[in-house]
Nanobody, 115 residues
Framework: QVQLLESGGGLVQPGGSLRLSCAAS????????MGWYRQAPGKQREWVAI???????KYADSVKGRFTISRDNAKNTVYLQMNSLKPEDTAVYYC?????????WGQGTQVTVSS
């Protein structure tokens, strides 16, 4: 059974940083692309960043230059380093495969950017 467990969220002031982690189990992690997605209150879930099997990364325009996605295949973990956070980054952040699989959404981790 596939499980994706996100952690690392919290309350941070504008301009601050957070590092999210997603531990995967039940999949052969090293052969799948992974992504981070987020859903803000009242909005649809959107993709934030993806990392391919080979390590190629892509970012949504709204986070480009501020967020960095990375993966550690030895730990079956994908990370999202978030710098220069803005109030509009407030959302529940999820990891999933790229493209996402409907059955693999976890609980997510809440990120709140507020002064």
């Amino acid at each position: 059974q596939v499980q994706l467990l996100e952690s690392g969220g919290g309350l941070v002031q504008p301009g601050g940083s957070l590092r999210l982690s997603c531990a995967a189990s039940g999949i052969i992690f090293s052969i799948v692309g992974m992504g981070w997605y987020r859903q803000a209150p009242g909005k649809q879930r959107e993709w934030v960043a993806i990392v391919s099997v080979g390590g190629t990364t892509k970012y949504a325009d709204s986070v480009k230059g501020r967020f960095t996605i990375s993966r550690d295949n030895a730990k079956n973990t994908v990370y999202l380093q978030m710098n220069s956070l803005k109030p509009e980054d407030t959302a529940v952040y999820y990891c999933n495969l790229d493209p996402p699989h409907d059955n693999y959404w976890g609980q997510g981790t809440q990120v709140t950017v507020s002064s």
